[in-house]
C-alpha cells in the first residue's frame, strides 16, 4: 500500500484515501447523476458527447473501450455506430455507476459486455480495441499517467483514444464560472440530490485537473501521436484525441 500524497479536490489526502473518497462521491450521485447532469450543464453535455462521438470516426465492426463510462452515454452511442458486427465494453471502478449503466443501456434494448475495472490495470490485452473513450472519467483518476499508459496498450496500431473531460475556461469567463461553480453548484447538488459535498469535489477536480497542453504532453508522453484537442463552451470542455502507431 502506498502513502503518497494526491489531490482529492483542494485536499491533501493519501492515495488510497483518494480512492475510497472517489468511490463514496459516485456510489453517492449515482442513481441522480443523469438528472443532475442535465441540470448541471444546461443540458450541453450532451452536445459535448454528440461531438466526441461524430468525431470519433467509429464506423461498423470497431471494438470500442468505454473507459469511467458510468451510466453509459457514450457507450450507448457507439453501439449505434459500431452495429451488430462491433462491440463495445461499459467499464467503470464504481459498482453503482456501472449498475444504472447496465441497466439504461438493457432499457435501450443493447446487452454489451460490462467489467468493473481500474482505468490503471485494464483487463484487456494489448492491441485489442479501435477505439478507447474516457468522458468526465480522467480526473478522478490517481495515477493518469498509468491509465494513460494502460488505454494505450490495450488499443491496436492505427487505434484512437478520445479524453473528454473538463479543462482551463478562457480566463474572461472565469470569475461567473467561478461563482457558478463554487457557489450554484453545490447548493443544486444539495437541493436535487441531498449531496453538497460530492458536486464541490466535482467543482475543485476540475480546478486541479490538468489544462489543455498539459493533457496534451500527458498523452504524447506515454507514445500517442497526431494528439490534437478541441475547445468546447469557451474551453469548459476539451476534447482530446490522439493516436497508437
Ligand atoms: C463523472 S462520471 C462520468 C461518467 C460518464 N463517462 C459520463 O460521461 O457521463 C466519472 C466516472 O469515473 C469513474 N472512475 C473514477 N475513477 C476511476 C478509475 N480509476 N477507473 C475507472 N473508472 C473510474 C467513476 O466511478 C465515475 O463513474
Known amino acids: ?42 443540458g450541453l453535455h450532451r452536445a459535448w458527447k454528440f461531438f466526441t462521438i461524430e468525431t470519433s470516426g467509429a464506423k461498423a465492426g470497431d471494438r470500442v473501450l468505454d473507459i469511467a463510462g458510468g451510466t453509459g452515454d457514450l457507450s450507448k452511442a457507439f453501439c449505434k455506430k459500431v452495429g451488430k458486427t462491433g462491440q463495445v465494453w461499459l467499464t467503470d471502478i464504481n459498482s453503482s455507476m456501472l ?21 490503471e490495470k485494464l483487463p484487456f490485452p494489448d492491441n485489442y480495441f479501435d477505439i478507447v473513450t474516457v468522458a468526465f472519467g480522467l480526473r478522478n483518476m490517481t495515477h493518469k499517467d498509468a491509465a494513460l499508459a494502460e488505454m494505450y496498450r490495450v488499443l491496436r496500431p492505427g487505434g484512437r483514444l478520445l479524453v473528454l473531460e473538463f479543462s482551463k475556461v478562457w480566463a474572461p469567463l472565469k470569475p461567473a464560472y467561478d461563482l457558478y461553480s463554487f457557489k450554484l453548484l453545490p447548493f443544486m447538488g444539495k437541493l436535487v440530490a441531498q449531496d453538497a459535498d460530492s458536486y464541490q469535489y466535482l467543482a475543485e477536480s476540475i480546478r486541479m485537473h490538468p489544462d489543455q497542453e498539459t493533457l496534451k504532453a500527458m498523452m504524447q508522453d506515454v507514445g500517442f501521436g497526431r494528439v490534437e484537442y478541441h475547445n468546447m463552451s469557451a474551453g469548459i470542455v476539451a476534447l482530446h484525441k490522439g493516436f497508437k502507431f
Open 1 to 42: 500500500m502506498s502513502d503518497s500524497t494526491t489531490h482529492f479536490g483542494f485536499k491533501t489526502v493519501n492515495e488510497t484515501e483518494k480512492a475510497q473518497k472517489v468511490a463514496e462521491v459516485f456510489h453517492s450521485v449515482a442513481q441522480k447523476y443523469d438528472v443532475m447532469n442535465d441540470l448541471m450543464s444546461a
Open 99 to 119: 449498475g444504472v449503466g447496465r441497466d439504461r443501456l438493457l432499457d435501450a434494448g443493447f446487452a454489451v459486455p460490462t467489467a468493473q475495472c481500474d482505468a
